[in-house]
C-alpha cells in the first residue's frame, strides 16, 4: 500500500512512521511519500525517518517531494496533516485574543475560527486534488481544527474522509486504568466534537463503571481531567469532560494561567521546533537524537499552564508512552485494509447518531470500522446544559466554513461573535482585523471589510 502524507515536514511525522515500523501484518504500507511546502522541513524529517529505520527489515521506502499531484497519485491512504501559516500563524492565533483579554488558543474560541478560515480553502483544494488523482484513497485528517476541516472536505470527498483525534482515547485510558481496567475491554459512550465532548459512561462487563469512578475519591484523583476539572465539577456533569473543556469552564483561570504563563502555547513549540530544525540542519547525523529530545520537551509540556493553575500534577509516564494519533491512524487503516473489525472514535457525519444536530455536522463518536467503511454507531441525547454548548459551537463551524469559502467577512464576523468565547460583536470585529492584520494566509481568504 502507498501512503501520501500532506504535511509531511511535520515535527509529528516520525511518530506515523514509527507506528509503520512496528506493523507487519499484511497487506502492510510499502512506500510513504512526504509532501511539504518546504523542502527544508522535508530534508530534516526524513533524515529522522532514515534512522528511525536503520535495523528494520523491508522498512516502507521514503520519497519526498514537494509537488502534491505526485504524492498523491495512486495512492491507498493520504494522512492530511497541515499547519497553514506555520507556528508562526499559530502564535498570532493566540496573540491577538490574549491582548483583547479572550481566550488564546489554538483550536478553542478566537484561535480556532482564525486558524480554520485559513486553513479550510487549502484544505479543500487538497480533497480536490485527491479526488482527481487518488479517487480511491481513504483520507485522514489530522488538520485542525479536525472537526470543521473533516466537515469542509467532506464537500469533496464524503465517507471518504474520516477526521481523527487522541483527546477522548488519552482519557478513556486513564478512565479505565483508574479502575484497574483494560483499556482494551471497556466500550465508552463518548460524544460531542472535536475538542468539546464528554465521557458519560463506561461499560465494562454489561454494566457501567462510570458512577462508581465518580464516586470513588481515591480512583477519580487518578484521572487528569478530574484533578484538573476538579471532584466536585466532574460528579455535578456526571461525565469525565474532555480537556479542552477546562477551556469553557474555567474561562478566566485559561486565560490568567495562558497570561502569566509569559508565552502562549504557540510561542513555545516555536521556539522548541526552531530548534529541531537548525540542529538537524546542521547535524544531520544527529536528526534522530535531536527530535526525540524535542518530543520529550512538546510531549511534557502540552497544556501545562492548565495543569499548573489547577495543582493537577505533572503528566503520567503512562500517557507519554501509550502513543497518540498515530495509533489510532494506524488501527484506523488496519480496520479499513485488512477488515478487522474495530470501534473507534472518530469525526464523521453525524446522520442521526447524535441527536440535535444537523445530519451533515461532523461530530466526534464512537464508529464501527471494517472493510466496508465508517459507520457511526447511535448516541442517547445530550441534555440541554451540554447540547446548547454543542449546537452553538457546531454553527460557528459551519459558519466559519462559509466564510471561508465565500470569502465573507461578514460571516466571518458573525463566526467570531457567535462563538460562546466572544463577549461582543465590537469585539468580534476587532478580531477579525487584529488577525488580518497579523496572517497574511488570513487576509488572502477574507479580503473584504467587515
Partial sequence: MKLAVVGGGGFRVPLVYGALLRDTAKPRVEEVVLHDVSAERLAAIRNVLDQLAEGHDRAPEVRTTTDLDVALRDADFVFSAVRVGGLAGRTADERVALELGLLGQETTGPGGIAFGLRTVPVAVRLAERVAAV??????????????????????????????????????????????????????????????????????????DVLPGLLADDAALRQVEEARVFGDDW??????????????????????????????????????????????????????????????????????????????????????????????????????????????????????????????????????AVNGSGVRPLATRPLPGRLLGLVQQVKAVEQTTIEAALTGSARLAVEAFALHPLVDSVGTARRLLDGYRARIPELAAVIPGSS
Fill in 234 to 367: 466532574v460528579r455535578t456533569l456526571g461525565a469525565l469532560p474532555n480537556e479542552y473543556l477546562y477551556y469553557y469552564y474555567y474561562t478566566r483561570e485559561s486565560v490568567a494561567a495562558i497570561d502569566g504563563a509569559g508565552r502562549t502555547r504557540g510561542e513555545s513549540l516555536l521556539e522548541q521546533q526552531s530548534r529541531f530544525y537548525a540542529a538537524v540542519r546542521e547535524r544531520p547525523l544527529q536528526a534522530l537524537a535531536e527530535w526525540g529530545r524535542a518530543r520529550r520537551e512538546r510531549d511534557a509540556t502540552y497544556m501545562a499552564e492548565t495543569r499548573e493553575s489547577t495543582d493537577a500534577g505533572e503528566r503520567e509516564a503512562a500517557d507519554l508512552e501509550a502513543g497518540g494519533y498515530e495509533g489510532i491512524a494506524l488501527a484506523l487503516m488496519a480496520a479499513i485494509a485488512r477488515g478487522e473489525p474495530s470501534t473507534m472514535i472518530l469525526n464523521v457525519r453525524n446522520g442521526s447518531a447524535v441527536p440535535g444536530l444537523p445530519s451533515e455536522a461532523v461530530v466526534e463518536i464512537p464508529c
Fill in 134 to 207: 487518488a479517487p480511491r484513497a481513504w483520507v485522514i485528517n489530522f488538520t485542525n481544527p479536525a472537526g470543521m476541516i473533516t466537515e469542509a472536505m467532506r464537500s469533496v470527498l464524503g465517507d471518504r474522509v474520516v477526521g481523527i483525534c487522541d483527546s477522548p482515547i488519552g482519557l478513556i485510558r486513564r478512565a479505565a486504568a483508574a479502575l484497574g481496567l483494560d483499556p482494551a475491554l471497556v466500550s465508552p459512550d463518548y460524544v460531542g466534537l472535536n475538542h468539546l465532548g464528554w465521557l458519560r459512561g463506561l461499560t465494562y462487563q454489561g454494566r
